[in-house]
């Protein structure tokens, strides 16, 4: 409990990196529609040229798009949450509950990193 304290506080000072909020729409009744909220843990200065959300980022609206194209997500639309951890575990902790409790995504992505430990908890 202490750590998850420790890492709360440590993750306020953070709070302002999110970057990013999108939402996409397809011809469907308001009523109809559902959004799903989206938190992706990129990195931005690690790894720029592989795994960056500058070099990577760009796949999350293809994915979208195709599925839009293929009429899987029609009555969706999508929030985009996007913090970065720099593949930084204690960093990746924190975000990952901030995407959970304070953002209430319903799906995660990331973090893209190398290090096995890097997790969103």
């Known amino acids: 409990m202490l750590l998850f304290l420790l890492l709360f506080h440590f993750f306020q000072q953070f709070d302002t990196q999110i970057t990013e ?45 195709k599925l839009r194209d293929d009429g899987f997500i029609a009555p969706f639309d999508f929030e985009f949450y996007v913090n970065y951890t720099e593949c930084d575990s204690a960093l990746g902790a924190a975000v990952g509950v901030d995407f959970m409790r304070a953002k209430n995504v319903d799906a995660m992505i990331g973090p893209p990193c190398q290090n096995r430990n890097v997790s969103l908890s």
């Open 21 to 65: 909020r999108t939402t996409t729409t397809t011809p469907v009744p308001p009523e109809k529609r559902r959004t799903i909220r989206v938190g992706v843990a990129a990195v931005q200065t690690t790894e720029t040229g592989s795994i960056g959300w500058a070099t990577s980022g760009g796949a999350v609206n293809l994915a979208i798009e």
